[in-house]
């Protein structure tokens, strides 16, 4: 309901999907569907951040109308939003193919993408058009899955941007989507800098004389530090940057850098990403025996969807398949799993977010160890 301003306040009742849901009049139909608990896919989007509207992920039609994008449309009394539209996820599939011939994407379609070691390419790719180090547990591979038609991206052109180390963030220009996240949240962040802006990608020029320009509206742009290094920029090294980014771009390598981003991400003003949906896989000993070995994290879920159990693994098939046997086994009926070999720190960081969630840890971690451990560190 407009004010005497004319400025729209109080809530507005809307569905989603057929459910009813109430949203602050102004938010967007993005915000309505997150109330709602239901996921639209989105990559230049973060919860509390302004998006640049660009990535064209986030398409859902409204009363029945044309496709809209869900981040750039404000919420009305009475809108009916429907997020699975084929015209929409028509739209989405398209956006997310040229998305990812800016991106490497190998890691994404590859036959051995659940079990791969990633230090040889049994396929012989290329390391820069494969996986990168965030390789099972960045944001856009869940995206992507989650939106599909990845078979029919266009082969991606390496454009060798360069990789920047600066302090404990490392900057990989040829991830970079350019999806303006990290740029809006040093710009609004009470605890950042200002220190970053969207700078155009240069255009290619192979030695045949074939010029190769962006396939996306996202791939026409990266993010750079304004000055010469952060510091010279403003930079406060609040790491809300590395923790928007959805991709390899930014990133906290090694063990110092995991530290460094844990901390950061205890104290940040930002709220949590929403991700699609997770696919839960069967817990039961057939299913474990195809896990990969290798350092990760795992979360076990009872019949009701409650986690039961999260814990960090040097040996992942073992982890898992221990938990199999132990004394939460009885009620426990899925499971997810995601490969880090910084597996301490990830596991740290999710038991936070749900006892930050929950008030409570899960039934299966009852000590709180070194949640928190939160000894001095330097700025950097
Ligand atoms: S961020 Fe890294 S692992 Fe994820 S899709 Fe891109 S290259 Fe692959
Ligand atoms: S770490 Fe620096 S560049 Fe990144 S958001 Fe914080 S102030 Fe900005
Ligand atoms: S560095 Fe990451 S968050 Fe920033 S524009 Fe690139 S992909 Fe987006
Ligand atoms: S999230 Fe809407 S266009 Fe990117």
Known sequence: MPNELGVATGMVNVSVDGRPVEAPAGSSVMDACDLARVYVPRL?????????????????????????????????????????????????????????????????????????????????????????????????????????????????????????????????????????????????????????KLVETRTLVAADGEVWEPRSYLGRHVAVPKAEDLRASGCTFCGACVLVCPTGALTAPGAKGAAWLSKRRNRSTLRPAVLPPEDRLAFTRDVVEELPVCEGVFRVFDAGGAVLQISGVMDLRRGVSEALDGPLAGDARTFVFEIDPMYTQRESEILARHLQEHGSLPRGNDVLGDLFDDEDDDLF
């Open 44 to 196: 230049c989007a973060f919860p509390g951040l302004e998006p640049l509207g660009d990535c064209g992920l986030c398409f859902v039609t409204i009363d029945g109308a044309e496709a809209r994008r869900a981040c750039s449309v404000q919420v009305v009394e009475g809108m009916a939003v429907d997020t699975r539209d084929d015209r929409a996820r028509g739209f989405r599939r398209s956006s997310m193919q040229a998305i990812l011939g800016d991106h490497p994407h190998v890691c994404l379609t590859c036959p051995q993408r659940d079990g791969c070691s990633r230090d040889d390419c049994m396929y012989g790719n290329p390391p820069e058009t494969r996986c990168c180090g965030e390789f099972g547990r960045c944001e856009i591979a869940k995206v992507a899955a989650y939106v599909g038609a990845l078979e029919q991206a266009p082969a991606y052109v390496h454009r060798e941007l360069g990789v920047i180390q600066d302090h404990n963030i490392r900057r990989d220009l040829d991830l970079c989507i350019g999806c303006g996240r990290c740029e809006t949240a040093c710009d609004i962040l009470e605890e950042a800098g200002s220190a970053l």
